[in-house]
């Protein structure tokens, strides 16, 4: 065998007769001479071959002591603690999606109850079947205690003005006497006035890395891009324009105004009439322009009171903060 293989290329014939291949597929056929091929090896290979075997026998301790460290770090993590860490931020991104999936604007919610209702649906169900689950729980959860909460919110916001809180006070009563339309009309003509009022003037225009953020999310929610097609800076003085720039400019949960954003803009703000979503939602455009007329439901009541609870929160969230639209990785996703 040595000699065969210190010979380098000179083989002799039985070392040049084809595999039997029929012989490999039967079990007996694995123990015969030619199951293996021979590989003849050079001088040169031969050489190192004691190198290697005591390059690797070298390695064994580190290995072993690896091997050994690894297990020790095992034993020092808690998996259940991660696990139990990082369930509360998975449960919410579940929340999330089916809120969205549902076009129930409930994202800031925090009803204990509702919320773990919200936890247990399930993620693979139809958008129609979330939609009238979520609709279960809203119609359930969003009750005289969540208008009153509402109602105490809404007045300690001192941003707002005396006539801001009149009409805010007088949808809210007529929601209360179940006047869903009233409420519905008074919240859908004041929105805009308070998009406008939490979104800062100096936002007027955006370049270099604020248009790229600023661009990368109005791709995803249908908003024209802050430059016009020769390349000029566009004044963002859209309804819509402001609502994204009221998201980049959130420094609090922007996860979760990044999700209401999408209703606000594209149910809400829509520019297109739709006959099944104006059935569930109120869409603002429209019923100003008199399209929609058919909002006096307490679906279409709760969800306009919801969307406005969230430009005011948020709104004012944005007011109080450093008012820089901060361009980190953390935002690219």
């Known amino acids: 065998m040595n000699e ?35 590989i003849p090896l050079s001088p040169e290979a031969l050489q190192h071959l004691s190198d290697y075997s005591s390059m690797i026998q070298r390695m064994v301790p580190a290995l072993s002591h690896l091997a050994e460290v690894a ?4 034993r020092g993590v808690d ?13 919410k991104s579940k929340r999330v999606e089916i809120l969205g999936r549902s076009n129930w604007p409930m994202y800031l919610i925090d009803d204990a109850d509702a919320c773990n209702r919200l936890d247990t649906l ?42 801001e809180k009149r009409v805010l006070e007088s949808a809210l009563n007529r929601h209360e ?37 600023f ?8 908003v024209n891009p802050s430059h016009n097609k020769k390349g000029d800076a566009r004044k963002l003085s859209n309804v819509k324009d402001r609502v994204l720039l009221l998201v980049l400019l959130s420094q609090d949960g922007w996860y979760t105004f990044h999700h209401a954003a999408d209703y606000i803009i594209s149910v809400i703000l829509t520019n297109t009439m739709d006959a099944d979503t104006a059935a569930h939602n109120p869409l603002r455009n429209k019923i100003c322009h008199g399209e929609q007329t058919d909002y006096d439901t307490l679906e ?34």
């Open 215 to 222: 661009d990368l999310y109005a791709g995803k929610l249908g």
């Open 71 to 74: 297990r020790e770090v095992a």
């Open 300 to 333: 279409h009541s709760l969800k306009a009171i919801l969307a406005t609870d969230v430009v005011i929160r948020f709104g004012a969230a944005v007011l109080a903060g450093p008012m820089e639209i901060d361009c980190d990785d953390e935002f690219q996703d």
């Open 4 to 38: 065969k293989l210190d010979s380098g290329n000179n083989t002799s014939d039985e070392d040049n007769k084809p595999i039997d291949r029929d012989a490999l597929d039967g079990s007996n056929g694995l123990n015969t001479p030619h199951a293996v091929p021979k």
């Open 79 to 91: 998996i259940k603690a991660i696990a139990d860490a990082f369930r509360p931020i998975a449960l």
């Open 177 to 213: 006497k179940d006047d869903y339309e009233g409420c519905v009309a008074l919240l859908m003509n004041l929105l805009e006035g308070l998009i406008e009022k939490y979104c800062p003037p100096k936002f007027k225009t955006l370049e270099g890395k604020q248009a790229e953020l």
């Open 122 to 163: 399930p993620a693979d169900a139809t958008d129609a079947e979330l939609r009238r689950l979520v609709s279960e729980i809203a119609f359930g959860s969003l009750d005289d205690k969540w208008l009153r909460e509402t109602r105490v919110r809404w007045r300690e916001h001192d941003e707002l003005t005396t006539g």
